[in-house]
Structure formats: structure tokens, C-alpha cells
């Protein structure tokens, strides 16, 4: 009985440990040779990130994403964990409830904190994927109504027409998916490499 238990193992890790990784790597490579690779996006031929792992822009000449909440190791102590955003080692959420209070105090902070950037009225609608974070940490899209808010901040930072701007975002929206699911939405990352090819731009 040892020789068949053994050909069988053999057999089983070469197809299921060999051949067929190899075999969907390969056919992944040919059908989707974009997502296959990280879907890396490049400017001058170096890779500046992924199109579906969102990142932590905070000058005034580019678009925000939405808050994200994950968490790293503390660099004084290991045994603990600290606040680093966009941390795609560590995806995660806050895991705090509707009813949770510094989640309530965390979201009227960033409320207050997003129309003060923006110029917006005390009163103002802010967008919830303004002030919420998403389920990953790592969403990489924003809404259409939050880009178009942030286009003002973004025109005047960057000292071009407002349109410019606005006209960029029609450009980068990406639809519901088969015309019925989701909702439309924009990446952040495409949208400001898109920005700095305004050659107007006066970002430094």
C-alpha cells in the first residue's frame, strides 16, 4: 500500500501545488494582464501605486480619499498598535457601532475638519465617504458629490479654472458595473496623476 499512497500524494501536489497555480497565473496573465500585475499604475515608468489600494493624500493641491483606519505596529513598542492609514499590511475597520461615542466624536471632527478645508458653510451636507471609513481601510474610489466639493480646493491650490478641474472628474468617473451594480464613483489615485498633467499646474 506504500507505493500508491505515495504516487497519490505526489500526483495531488503536482496538480494542485504545480499545475494549476501555474496554469490560472497564466491564464490570469493573458485574460487580465492588468489586475494580474496589482493593477500598478505608473508615471514616467515608475510604479507610483494600485489602482484598487487607496492612499493617504492630504495637500490641498489633490484629491482626499475617504478616512481609513487602519492600524500598524508602534515603532517604541511592538507589543501595541498605532493609527497608520492606508496600512495595506494590516486592512481593517474600526469595528465601533452606530451608537459607539468617540466614533460620533471622531465623524463630527472630520465633519467640521472637511468644510473648513473645503470652504463650505457650518452647515453644509458633507458627503458620509467624506468622514466614514470603509470596511477595508483601503478604498481607493470616493464619491462623484465628494470629488465635486474638493474640485474648488483643488483649482485654487493648483491656480487653474475650476472647469478644468470638474472636467477631469466626468473623465475619471467609472459607472455601475454592467450599467446595475454599485454605485458611480472615482478613483482617487487615477484622478490626481490625471491632475498633474494639467499643464497649467502650478503644484510644487
Do not use: C
Not at 478613483?187 to 499643464?199: C, E, G, I, K
Amino acid at each position: 500500500m506504500l507505493r500508491p499512497v505515495l504516487v497519490s500524494a505526489i500526483f495531488v501536489m503536482l496538480l494542485t501545488g504545480l499545475a494549476y497555480p501555474m496554469s490560472t497565473a497564466l491564464v490570469a496573465r493573458i485574460l487580465f494582464p492588468f489586475q494580474s500585475r496589482g493593477s500598478l499604475l505608473e508615471r514616467d515608468g515608475a510604479v507610483v501605486g494600485s489602482a484598487i489600494v487607496g492612499q493617504n493624500f492630504t495637500r490641498p493641491e489633490y484629491f482626499h480619499p475617504r478616512p481609513s483606519l487602519t492600524m500598524g505596529p508602534d515603532p517604541a513598542d511592538a507589543s501595541k498598535t498605532i493609527a497608520a492609514p492606508y496600512n495595506a499590511g494590516l486592512s481593517g475597520a474600526s469595528n465601533q457601532g452606530p451608537t459607539n461615542q468617540k466614533l460620533l466624536d471622531d465623524v463630527k471632527a472630520r465633519v467640521e475638519a472637511y468644510r473648513n478645508e473645503n470652504g463650505l458653510a457650518p452647515d453644509a451636507t458633507v458627503p458620509v465617504d467624506a468622514v466614514t471609513g470603509s470596511a477595508s481601510g483601503l478604498d481607493p474610489h470616493i464619491t462623484i458629490a465628494n470629488a465635486r466639493i474638493q474640485a474648488g480646493r483643488v483649482a485654487r491650490a493648483r491656480r487653474v479654472d475650476e472647469a478644468e478641474v470638474l472636467r477631469l472628474i466626468d473623465a475619471n468617473t467609472s459607472g455601475r458595473w454592467l450599467g446595475l451594480f454599485g454605485e458611480p464613483r472615482i478613483n482617487v489615485l487615477q484622478l490626481n496623476l490625471a491632475l498633474d498633467t494639467l499643464p497649467a499646474s502650478k503644484a510644487k
